[in-house]
């Protein structure tokens, strides 16, 4: 029984099944180290702030310094004006921005406590709290070379949104993970749908069904889907959206048409990967694997920006890190309109070479396809021939014994009649 055991193991798992090894041990180890490595660093680093500087005394400098000065803050802009700042950390240039107030020194050579207003991007809620924490304790230390002991809040911080006024971090959490719901399902809906002909074998069947025209069968299939889906995914975000800050029209229709650039993308990658793959299981795994993690990589819960070089240009290559831009663009007011434009026209770019790529491909397989159907269409006609052929003389042979048998046993009853005459 244990050999029986064994060769049943041997036979389910020690095989050509790639595709089960892929599922079962690759992808995960692959997919676990890549996030391990990832997220292994003890600190966040180099988290680009900005400054305004209206205060030109002693104590804006030295503060400047010590910003300068701090391994986890970097300063990466100085502005002129507090509007600057604010597009940047729209834009994601910047994680927060911190100004130093006209009279700060003034008011603390009277001993009055001088507030530093920091602002910071407030969607980005990981990196906001290392940043902010970190900005906290360079000031604090700033303050204690500076005032007596007897001072709790020698230089006091406060804290102010750029985005997300109204702190619902959860809304903004729930909506991209809508997003990204639809930014996965639009990939594996193009990958069953332009897979589901060679799997069963009907690629012929489609074709005659579109005229015999290969680019009618990839209108025909691509059309319908992204429609389905971006009026779905318009129809759900409307109804989310309720949690968040409201938009106008004009910032509701920005949403919806990268919304729709994104889904165009997402299907003509769908498409391509069945292309390369020919089949639907490889193409979903590598649908899954790619679309699966995009989440954690497309800047809605921790920045880009903040992301090793290799796992930026990962997160640039993902729709969903586009189309949460121009979501989280639109939800800031019309400030962020000029930005979302740039996002979506990366979409569109997206979109046009996966299904340039994915037309290339499909066109061949199709061929393809069509000739090994065509082929074993023939290879049947001919066996079911010689099957019937076959039957033919099976049934010829059987009566033809039949009529000798008739014969010898009217010709015994024919011979025996004439004795007894």
Same mark, same amino acid.
């Given at each position: ?10 036979? &389910?798992?020690?095989?050509?099944? &790639? ?31 900005? /400054?305004? @500087? ?37 834009? #994601? ?16 050579? +009277?001993?009055?406590?001088?507030? &530093? ?18 900005? +906290?304790?360079?000031? *604090? ?10 001072? %709790? ?57 579109? #005229? ?37 029209? %004009? ?15 997402? *299907?003509?990658? $769908? ?16 649908? #899954?694997?790619?679309? $699966? ?34 979501? *989280? ?31 290339? /491909?499909?066109?061949?397989?199709? @061929?393809?396809?069509? !000739?090994?159907?065509?082929?074993? !269409? ?30 010898? &046993? ?5 011979? @025996?009649?004439?004795?007894? %005459?």
């Amino acid at each position: 029984m244990f050999l029986d055991v064994l060769r049943a193991i041997r036979k &389910i798992y020690i095989s050509h099944n &790639i595709v089960l090894w892929l599922v079962l041990l690759i992808l995960p180890v692959v997919t676990s180290v890549f996030m391990v490595n990832f997220f292994s660093a003890e600190i966040i680093q180099h988290v680009p702030i900005g /400054l305004l @500087k209206q205060d030109r005394s002693q104590l804006a400098d030295k503060v400047e310094m010590a910003l300068r000065a701090d391994p986890v803050l970097e300063v990466a802009m100085e502005c002129d004006d507090r509007s600057e700042c604010e597009h940047a950390v729209i834009r #994601g240039d910047l994680q927060a921005f911190i100004v130093l107030p006209y009279d700060m020194e003034r008011r603390a050579l +009277r001993l009055e406590t001088p507030v &530093i207003p920091v602002y910071s991007s407030g969607q980005n809620y990981l990196t906001n709290t290392f940043a902010v924490k970190e900005i +906290r304790s360079v000031i *604090s230390a700033i303050g204690a070379d500076l005032f007596t002991k007897q001072m %709790d809040d020698p230089i006091h911080v406060e804290l102010k949104s750029v985005s997300n006024n109204s702190g619902n971090y959860q809304g903004f959490l729930g909506l991209g993970l809508v997003t990204a719901i639809f930014h996965l399902a639009g990939i594996l809906a193009a990958v069953y749908l332009f897979s589901f002909p060679f799997r069963d074998h009907r690629v012929r069947e489609f074709l005659k069904a579109s #005229g015999g025209s290969r680019v009618v069968l990839g209108a025909a299939t691509v059309l319908p889907l992204v429609v389905i889906q971006w009026l779905s995914m318009v129809a759900v975000y409307a109804y989310a959206r309720r949690a968040l800050t409201p938009m106008t029209f %004009d910032e509701f229709v920005v949403v919806s048409a990268g919304q729709l650039a994104m889904i165009l993308a997402c *299907s003509g990658a $769908g498409a391509a990967f069945v292309g390369i793959t020919g089949n639907m299981r490889m193409s979903s795994s590598v649908a #899954g694997v790619i679309a $699966g993690p995009a989440f954690a990589f497309a800047g809605q819960t921790f920045p880009v920006m903040a992301m090793p070089l290799v796992v930026r240009g990962f997160a640039f290559l993902l729709p969903l890190t586009h189309v949460l831009k121009v979501q *989280s663009a639109m939800l800031l007011g019309s400030v962020g309109k000029a930005h979302a434009w740039e996002s979506i026209v990366v979409l569109l770019f997206m979109a046009l070479f996966w299904h340039l790529l994915a037309s290339k /491909l499909l066109m061949l397989r199709w @061929k393809v396809a069509e !000739e090994k159907e065509a082929d074993w !269409e023939a290879r049947e006609k001919l066996h079911l021939k010689d099957k019937l052929k076959n039957v033919a003389d099976a049934v010829y042979s059987d009566l033809s014994i039949r009529k000798a048998v008739a014969f010898e &046993i009217a010709k015994r009853k024919l011979h @025996k009649g004439g004795k007894n %005459d």
